[in-house]
């Protein structure tokens, strides 16, 4: 495998030039003027120092179990902020002891038996990109008698396609582009396209119930599954290939979202499509202060036509300027229209009827209609390159001093005023406070019906030494009025360590109790991934 960066984004002989660097520099000194820059070096593995593992591993794992420097220290964080920040920092005080890398069901299970008889955590590891702390098994500390991260990269097949039904067996350790290609000779697509999409696996998508950037309709992961298969401390499990059932609580509900703490996924019949053929794409203006906010008005009018775009993204003006798709003077509106089987024409002119009508401005040769590439071309491609080039920049932005990190959240269309209203103002507090200035900017992800799934930007300048510390208190004070505002602390990014304050707050009781009476049942001896989503009683 060609390696990974073990403490950023990308492959570690993917650079970022001096050049990009410095331009990028500039950027933020014209967005955060004032600002000092910092000039830390990207880490190297012979920058750090790991603690020996704690325990011997044992002779049965000869061929699973690794305890190779490089390995240790790629399984130690996700790729949140705080876990990039800690990465710039040097600290992997806390890697597993060893790295797993399992080629069987059988392997997995033997481990998780050999972890209850010596009270060793396993961490389920896909392709690591969590930003919620949920692969931080050393978070574990002396509780445990040590910690295995669980790598599912060795189950990388698509098993199995029926044709008839549409539909795939695959493994839960297929990374994105691998089992899209392994689907493309076929005329398929799992068309589930995450911004992490390029260093994210299938068994992490299910674990995350993960959300794929359309903006409406199929595009949750949890939309394409037929079926899931979990090997648990407790035994396995697997639901039927339905369609769809009306057999009481759904398995497959069990087993989305659980985030490692019942079981390792291992595979799944999933769903499949037919790759689009027709697109349209637009982008529509909304200028003035209150530009968003008319605009926001403009995608619920949208959300509940039944048109469902399969892009639209509404992007405030300053975001819009730092991502290079807009002037900074209008809050942008890329809508795109996308099929498989028909022309798209029909609904993007209605589309257009329904933003004209709300006022935006959309000029009729602002609509594209499919080129010759299959791309719908304009602001729309742009945006796509920029969305997929950002976390790649965003360790430089650390490096440079910059704290650059998102929130995301979903509520209804009632609640949407206040909510984005107090986010700024609450977080924008917490910006002066802490960091002496600094921004938050807005854009949706995900429309539906009854309300956006609004995403937070912060870029703020970051003080040596200190940033843990600040995006910490940020991160605080912005989950604190999203609950208050009767927002979700997660919309796709799940749980994990980092979100439990606000999630426990936010679930009903009951359903944490039984949440807690199911990890008995699964994992009696508490060893799946401890701290994420529920404690044992
Ligand atoms: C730059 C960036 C962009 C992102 N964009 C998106 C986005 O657009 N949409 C979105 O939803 N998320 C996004 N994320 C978050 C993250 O990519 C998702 O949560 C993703 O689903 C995690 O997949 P993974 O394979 O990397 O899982 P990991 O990070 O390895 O694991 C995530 C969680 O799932 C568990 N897990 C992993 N594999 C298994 C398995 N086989 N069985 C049981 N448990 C398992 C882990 O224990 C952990 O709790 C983004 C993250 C980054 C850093």
């Known amino acids: 495998m060609r390696p990974r960066k073990f403490w950023g984004w990308g492959y570690q002989d993917e650079r970022i030039s001096v050049d990009e660097r410095t331009a990028l520099g500039q950027i933020m000194q014209f967005h955060l003027p004032g600002m000092e820059l910092h000039d830390t070096p990207e880490p190297e593995l012979d920058d750090i120092a790991l603690p020996a593992p704690r325990f011997a591993a044992p002779d049965q794992f000869d061929e699973v179990l690794s305890a190779d420097k490089y390995e240790r220290a790629a399984h130690t964080y996700g790729r949140a902020t705080r876990d990039l920040i800690r990465g710039m920092q040097r600290d992997f005080s806390q890697p597993p002891d060893y790295v797993a890398f399992p080629e069987s069901e059988e392997q997995i299970a033997a481990l998780m038996e050999w972890c209850g008889h010596s009270d060793v955590a396993l961490v389920p ?7 919620v702390g949920g692969v931080e098994g050393g978070r574990v500390g002396e509780t445990r008698a040590g910690v295995i991260s669980l790598d599912m990269r060795k189950f990388d097949k698509v098993v199995e396609i029926d044709s008839i039904s549409r539909a795939a067996r695959m493994q839960a350790g297929l990374f994105g582009p691998a089992l899209e290609s392994a689907l493309k000779p076929h005329g398929y697509t799992l068309r589930h396209f995450p911004q992490s999409f390029e260093f994210s696996t299938l068994g992490g998508w299910l674990a995350t119930r993960a959300g794929g950037h359309y903006a409406s309709v199929y595009t949750h992961i949890d939309d394409f599954v037929e079926s899931i298969r979990m090997v648990t401390p407790a035994g396995a499990m ?21 985030e490692g703490a019942f079981g390792v996924i291992t595979e799944a019949w999933m769903r499949l499509q037919s790759r689009p053929v027709y697109r349209a794409a637009a982008t529509a203006k909304f200028d003035g202060e209150d530009g968003f906010l008319r605009g926001a008005e403009c995608v619920r009018r949208l959300s509940q036509s039944g048109l469902f775009p399969t892009n639209c993204r509404l992007i405030d003006r300053q975001e819009a300027l730092f991502n290079g798709v807009g002037t900074g003077e209008h809050t942008l509106l890329v809508l795109g229209f996308e099929s498989a089987d028909h022309p798209v024409d029909a609904w993007m002119a209605r589309a257009a009827e329904l933003c004209r009508d709300a006022g935006a401005l959309l000029p009729s040769e602002a609509i594209k209609i499919r080129d010759d590439s299959g791309k719908a071309g304009g602001e729309s491609e742009s945006w796509k390159e920029s969305f997929l080039r950002a976390p790649y920049l965003r360790d430089t932005l650390l490096l440079l001093g910059v704290i650059a990190e998102t929130f995301e959240t979903a509520c209804t269309w009632d609640a949407f005023p206040t909510l984005y209203h107090s986010v700024l103002e609450r977080g924008g507090a917490a910006l002066n406070e802490l960091c002496g200035g600094g921004r938050i900017t807005c854009r949706f992800t995900h429309i539906y019906p009854d309300g956006p799934a609004p995403y937070f930007t912060v870029l703020a300048p970051g003080k040596p030494g200190q940033m843990l ?5 940020i991160k605080a004070a912005v989950s604190e009025t999203l609950i208050a505002c009767g927002g979700t602390i997660t919309h796709h990014h799940a749980v994990g360590r980092d979100h439990r304050p606000w999630y426990d707050q936010q679930r009903p009781v009951l359903f944490a109790e039984s949440l807690r009476a199911s990890k008995e049942v699964f994992d009696p001896k508490g060893i799946m991934n401890p701290g994420v989503l529920v404690d044992r009683g």
């Open 125 to 131: 590891f896909g392709g690591g990109t969590s930003v």
């Open 238 to 258: 697997e639901s039927r290939r339905l369609p769809g059932s009306g057999a009481g609580p759904s398995p497959d509900r069990m087993m989305l979202g659980s």
């Open 469 to 473: 510390e600040q995006w910490d208190a």
